[in-house]
């Protein structure tokens, strides 16, 4: 393992020497980024994506969302309401309607921005917000939320600005409806109503991206071309801080040793951190050019691991998923990869976060206990290096990632040689971002395990990738994030409970059973807690990271060129 790690460390040193120190933009004109990954699509409800965030951040605004100081705020609305404020008013629930709690559900009152517009001019008004709930409760629409608008009773509407929400709880968070994107009824509407059930092949935001009439944001896109780039531009209807650049483009570049060398040559001005280099690099790269840019570690609630497919009859073993766990050193890849600073996870809930339960079941690297536990569940006889169940069957599994990020395909390796020690024969098959996210993920083809990362907001209950009614299917139009398969009634319990609690003593009871079960269960092997690595031309101020699921493009409109 340790020449594995050395080879790995030397892979990660060489890249090239030369820095070049772009210069200022053109009055401003141009901001070229590099990223990672193209988004699967660009529809606001479907398929959650770090790229389709990062870009849709800059061309609408969500209704709520968590700011820098992860405090909940508005945006597209005028004011959050409260219960103190009575524009929050708890209500017994419609007869025949089962509610969560003590029974009782919330009206929530908000009021969209009286200058708000689409991109094309049409005002944004409460038939929006209508055709979007019509949309988010339709079972075949696939959207990536579907509770959400389970739990949204009706709306009702005041006037073309002002709505009433009716939910059927009183959660701590009520007031946030994040995922609750706003969709322009006057061009989406007579396509959804055509076929609502193959709306998601026919939107406009993938069919006609750069129709004005899609954005409500900074900018709006003026060109999209699939895997390569998209090209944005100002978004003149636009009702907030006029943006510095009159166009951002984003640079589509999988390979992360390429943008590298993109920013090097000048092609790009700057390298995303929600999308970008990965910390190995951002720490090599700071050793060779930190003098020619700015570069920012922010460490947050994004963390990397791998979804373990449950419905492989092999891994719906626990003892076979723990010792997985317990075959691999994850404190030897952090600190000889990331010099320590992206430490190991060992659940979902970030050391960061103040609902995090530090006492639970923790897997150190036990080549002893994982064979133990392998030979226990039946995998005991040794061929070739390769373990064998009593049926001669060897204990083969099939381990996929994205193909061309460079620290995870080598962290892949690492695992696999880990586990060959351990007798398990770990079969690599990796995929463009494309194609592994919006087809193998999504549609849940991946027969064993998948390596990706999560972004988390705080106190993020985890409803979409835990809970049993959001395991995706053909049946509910692919919708939730529960990839793995996971089913625990008393973790479906917990999740729903956390939700309307209002007691915060209570409420981190709840969360420290949750991460238990986690450990306890193994539906996921949680890596290590990744550092964003933000690499930015030394003109560029304003951006700032914010250390949780909203991307820091969300405030581009903030960013501005030195002495300008």
């Given at each position: ?199 998601r092949n026919r939107t406009a935001f993938d069919n006609d991206p750069t129709n004005p009439g899609l954005a409500f944001g900074p900018y709006r896109i003026v060109e999209a071309i699939p895997g390569s780039r998209i090209v944005l531009e100002r978004n003149e209807t636009w009702w907030g801080k006029r943006p510095t650049f009159d166009r951002i483009t984003l640079l589509t570049i999988e390979k992360t040793t390429a943008l590298e060398a993109n920013l090097l040559s000048g092609n790009i001005d700057m390298i995303s951190g929600e999308l970008g280099l990965t910390l190995d690099q951002a720490l090599a790269f700071e050793k060779r050019n930190g003098e020619d840019y700015q570069i920012i570690y922010e460490p947050g609630l994004l963390y990397e691991h791998i979804d373990l497919m449950l419905e492989n009859p092999i891994l719906q073993d626990k003892r076979v998923r723990q010792a997985l766990v317990y075959a691999i050193d994850r404190e030897a890849i952090s ?230």
């Amino acid at each position: 393992m340790r020449k594995l790690l050395l080879a790995v460390v030397l892979a990660l040193a060489g890249s090239l020497s030369t820095a070049f120190t772009g210069p200022l933009p053109a009055a401003a004109e141009e901001l070229r980024i590099g990223i990672s990954q193209y988004p699967t699509t660009l529809h606001p409800s479907r398929e959650a994506s770090v790229a389709k965030s990062y870009i849709m951040s800059m061309t609408q605004r969500p209704m709520t969302v968590y700011d820098h100081e992860w405090q909940l705020i508005c945006m597209l609305c005028v004011e959050l309401p409260s219960i103190e404020a009575g524009t929050a008013v708890p209500e017994a629930l419609p007869e025949g309607v089962e509610g969560a709690g003590d029974g009782q559900g919330i009206a929530l009152t908000y009021t969209i921005q009286p200058e708000a517009t689409w991109g094309d001019g049409t005002p944004i008004t409460t038939r929006d917000v209508l055709f979007t709930y019509k949309v988010g409760r339709h079972e075949k629409s696939g959207v990536g939320s579907l509770e959400l608008y389970r739990r949204i009773l009706s709306i009702d509407v005041i006037d073309d600005k002002t709505f009433v929400m009716h939910v059927d709880r009183i959660s701590f968070e009520y007031a946030a409806i994040n995922d609750f994107r706003l969709l322009p009824a006057h061009i989406e509407e007579p396509i959804f109503d055509t076929a609502p059930e193959d709306y998601r092949n026919r939107t406009a935001f993938d069919n006609d991206p750069t129709n004005p009439g899609l954005a409500f944001g900074p900018y709006r896109i003026v060109e999209a071309i699939p895997g390569s780039r998209i090209v944005l531009e100002r978004n003149e209807t636009w009702w907030g801080k006029r943006p510095t650049f009159d166009r951002i483009t984003l640079l589509t570049i999988e390979k992360t040793t390429a943008l590298e060398a993109n920013l090097l040559s000048g092609n790009i001005d700057m390298i995303s951190g929600e999308l970008g280099l990965t910390l190995d690099q951002a720490l090599a790269f700071e050793k060779r050019n930190g003098e020619d840019y700015q570069i920012i570690y922010e460490p947050g609630l994004l963390y990397e691991h791998i979804d373990l497919m449950l419905e492989n009859p092999i891994l719906q073993d626990k003892r076979v998923r723990q010792a997985l766990v317990y075959a691999i050193d994850r404190e030897a890849i952090s600190e000889r990869l990331f010099e320590g600073r992206q430490p190991v996870a060992h659940s979902g809930v970030s050391p960061l976060d103040w609902v995090h339960y530090p006492d639970i079941k923790k897997y150190s690297h036990d080549p002893q206990k994982a064979a133990a536990l392998l030979d226990e569940a039946g995998w005991s006889e040794m061929r070739d290096g390769v373990r064998h169940n009593a049926a001669g069957e060897p204990l083969r599994l099939e381990f996929m990632t994205t193909a061309g990020n460079r620290i995870r395909e080598l962290v892949q390796q690492v695992l696999q040689s880990q586990w060959k020690q351990a007798g398990i024969d770990m079969r690599v098959r990796n995929e463009p971002p494309r194609a592994f996210f919006g087809e193998t993920v999504h549609h849940r083809r991946f027969t064993g395990l998948a390596m990706f990362a999560w972004g988390k907001g705080p106190e993020h209950v985890p409803r979409t990738t835990l809970h049993s009614e959001e395991i995706p299917a053909e049946e509910n139009g692919w919708s939730g994030q529960n990839y793995t398969g996971f089913r625990n009634a008393e973790m479906d319990e917990l999740i729903d409970a956390i939700g309307v609690e209002l007691d915060r003593t209570k409420r981190k009871e709840m969360w420290a059973r949750v991460q238990q079960i986690y450990a306890e269960e193994v539906p996921v092997i949680s890596l290590y807690w990744r550092a964003n690595a933000y690499v930015l031309p030394k003109w560029l101020k304003g951006l700032r990271p914010t250390g949780q699921m909203a991307s820091s493009s969300l405030w581009v409109e903030d960013w501005t060129v030195e002495g300008r």
